[in-house]
Each structure stands twice: as structure tokens, then as C-alpha cells.
């Protein structure tokens, strides 16, 4: 560890103000504007330490700008609508979503892209690969612009921090980041507390002792804004994460670093942090709003909803036999259960009135 290391920095920061909370600590080694892994990588990729559907596959953003078309139909077409994409990544998704608007001119010419990213680094990829389409770039969702809404993010919601609660004897504690006699940073349990008891999701409170629980305030911080956003002007939101549905217990925090897991703790800044993203919180939080909410359905099940099949049929005849083979393979990963199929897990929220969403036909009428 050198001195000006950031696990230097958040040991002097535990050493100055006591344990931090996991959701600190996630803040500090994904955020630090000098050291924080968002400030200095371009994480996807190959190259990078994960891999996201947009990359593995063109069919991912076109048929969800298929999804948006079909929303911004029912919404009456709007002549402008602000279409955001929370935490774009390199620009991938966006790119394919507005090849796919394109066939239809009138919502492509209605589209205003509003990219939310944190990062400079992949602000500057963004930039490049989507200056034909002028977007604007704000840091949180409260920037956008009011109005009717499109809205797409994913695996951006497992990037945000979590809390992490450990079930003791009695009561609820705090599982926070400390340090051990030698200076490394350890997890360590707060103390237990009948407060932090009402901070864990109902479903899970009455776990065994050494149940370990997660919650992501500003995940529901954003869906509650999201839903109240949906009350007062017509739109739709698209959210795709891994994660679970009902609500689960943890603990889910991993760090990756080159597409392995490493220890969370060792050497902050370096390596991807990521946690399940629970559904039901975000769609209860959305809901209590006023937003209706649709799913999640897996992965597998909404892309072959929206035809995903027919799409890459329609690609493969004009392909050579080396990029049939690639299209093919790329797009059985993100509907094979065993891969990015079932995990992955797609949930819509809309304005309340609005019909289900393609893909959710199935799943009900508005809850
Ligand atoms: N959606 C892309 C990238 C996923 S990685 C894809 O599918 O390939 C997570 C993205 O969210 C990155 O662009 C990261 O910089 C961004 N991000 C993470 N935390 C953020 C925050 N708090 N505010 C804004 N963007 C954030």
C-alpha cells in the first residue's frame, strides 16, 4: 500500500471518524474524483473487467429502441421527448436504441438524448461515439428536463451504493468498514440496534442470526423520484439488472477486476464494486409514488418477447458465415438461463393509465 494509496486515504478517514458504512466505503473507492475506479477506468470490455448485454450483442438496444417507439406510440407521440439513459457506459446501447429509432423517422426526429454519467472517462467514449446525435450530459436524474420521458438504464442500478445489515442476537446492526490491529481494512459488525431493525426490508426482518440484508437507499431514493416524475408527465422507464425478485437475503457486494472476483476490501479504486439490485424495493418505491410497475421478467423471456429471434434472423441474412456464428452466439448469452438469461431481470415503469409495456403483456395488469 503507498502512502497516497486510496486504501491509504479511507484508512486515515476510518482512523480520523470511525468505521465507515459499506455504502461510504462504495461511495469513496467507485466515486473518488482523483482514485475512484469510475474517475480513472473504462471498465467494459474485453479489456475492461465486465462485459454488459450491449456489448455482447447489437440486439440488445435495438429492440429496446423498438420497446421505446412502441411506449412513445401510446403515449400519443409527443412531439419532444427527452429520452435519458442513466449510467451509459460506452455508448453502445444508445447507439444501437437510435440506429433501431431511425426506421421510424418521426419518434427518431422526436427524441432529446440526456445522458446521466458520472464517470469523465466514459463521458469522453460517450462523447465520440455519440456526437451525431447531440446529447447532453447532466450528473443526476433530478437534472433532466421535465417533460414527457423515455427512459433506459442498464446495469447501473448495481453500481450504486448498498447498505449492508447484519442479523445479531437481539436486533439488526450495521456492517461497516474498519480497520484490523495490522491497518488493512476489515468488516466489522456496529452494534445491534432495534432502530436499524426498521431499516431492513419487512420480508427479510425475521432472519436468523448472521443473516446478512442489503438496501440501496439511493436506488430508492431515484425510483420514488422516477414514479412521482411518471404521475406528472407521460413516460415510461426500462430498468435491466442483475438481481432478484422477491426480495433476498445477502450478502451480494463483489468486486471484479479482468472479469474475476476479488476481495472487496483489497485495494479500493482498482476493481468494479456491484450489487444485486432487489426489484421489489425499486418497483414498491416507484409505485408509492403513484407509477405503475410491470415485471421484472427475466431477461431471456422479455428479449424473446420483443422478437429477438425474428431480429436476429433479419441480421443473419445479410451476414457473412463468421458474423452469423457471432450474432448467433452473442444473443443465445443474454437469453440462456445459464448465462445473462434469468439472472438479468427486466422491469418497466410507467405513468399511471399507460397499457403494459411489450414484454410485460403477461404479466398482469398494473400493480
Ligand atoms: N449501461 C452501460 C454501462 C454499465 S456500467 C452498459 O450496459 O454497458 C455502469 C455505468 O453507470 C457506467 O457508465 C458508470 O460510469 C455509471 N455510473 C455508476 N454510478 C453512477 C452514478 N452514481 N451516477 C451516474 N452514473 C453512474
Redesign the pocket.
Known amino acids: 500500500m503507498t502512502e497516497d494509496s486510496l486504501a491509504a486515504r479511507i484508512a486515515r478517514h476510518i482512523r480520523a471518524t470511525g468505521p465507515l458504512s459499506v455504502a461510504a466505503y462504495m461511495t469513496m473507492a467507485?466515486h473518488d474524483r482523483e482514485a475512484g475506479y469510475?474517475a480513472r477506468h473504462s471498465p467494459?470490455g474485453a479489456a475492461g473487467d465486465f462485459v454488459?448485454?450491449?456489448?455482447v450483442s447489437q440486439i440488445f438496444g435495438e429492440l429496446i429502441g423498438l420497446w421505446c417507439a412502441d411506449l412513445w406510440d401510446r403515449m400519443g407521440r409527443p412531439a419532444r421527448i427527452t429520452l435519458a439513459e442513466?449510467?451509459?457506459?460506452?455508448g453502445?446501447?444508445a447507439g444501437d436504441l437510435l440506429r433501431a429509432a431511425a426506421a421510424l423517422p418521426p419518434f427518431r426526429c422526436a427524441l432529446d438524448l440526456v445522458l446521466?454519467?458520472?464517470?469523465p472517462v466514459?463521458r469522453r467514449v460517450q462523447q465520440q461515439r455519440l456526437a451525431a446525435a447531440r446529447p447532453r450530459w447532466v450528473e443526476h436524474f433530478e437534472e433532466l428536463p421535465p417533460g414527457p420521458l423515455l427512459l433506459v438504464a442498464?446495469?447501473?442500478f448495481d453500481?450504486?451504493p448498498i447498505r449492508q445489515f447484519v442479523r445479531g442476537r437481539a436486533h439488526w446492526a450495521e456492517r461497516r468498514v474498519g480497520l484490523d490491529p495490522a491497518g488493512n481494512l476489515v468488516f466489522i459488525a456496529g452494534p445491534e440496534d432495534p432502530a436499524i431493525d426498521l431499516l431492513v426490508p419487512a420480508a427479510l426482518r425475521t432472519a436468523g442470526c448472521g443473516a446478512v440484508a442489503e438496501i440501496c437507499p439511493p436506488a430508492l431514493a431515484l425510483t420514488a423520484a422516477l414514479g412521482r416524475r411518471l404521475t406528472e408527465a407521460p413516460g415510461a422507464a426500462l430498468i435491466v439488472d442483475y438481481g432478484y425478485f422477491p426480495s433476498a437475503l445477502g450478502p451480494t457486494l463483489r468486486a471484479l477486476r479482468q472479469h474475476r472476483p476479488v476481495p472487496v476490501l483489497a485495494a479500493p479504486g482498482t476493481a468494479d464494486l456491484s450489487a444485486h439490485v432487489d426489484f421489489a424495493a425499486l418497483a414498491e418505491a416507484a409505485r408509492a409514488a403513484g407509477a405503475a410497475s410491470f415485471g421484472p421478467v427475466p431477461q431471456g423471456r422479455f428479449l424473446q418477447a420483443l422478437g429477438a429471434e425474428l431480429r436476429l434472423a433479419a441480421l443473419a441474412a445479410g451476414a457473412t458465415p463468421t458474423q452469423r456464428r457471432d450474432l448467433a452466439s452473442g444473443l443465445e448469452r443474454l437469453l440462456d438461463p445459464r448465462e445473462m438469461g434469468t439472472l438479468f431481470k427486466a422491469l418497466a415503469l410507467v405513468s399511471p393509465g399507460l397499457p403494459a409495456p411489450p414484454g410485460f403483456a403477461e404479466e398482469g395488469s398494473p400493480r
Open positions: 467507485l469510475y467494459i454488459t448485454a450491449p456489448e442513466l449510467g451509459p457506459g460506452r453502445t446501447l446521466v454519467e458520472a464517470s466514459l442498464n446495469e447501473f453500481a450504486l
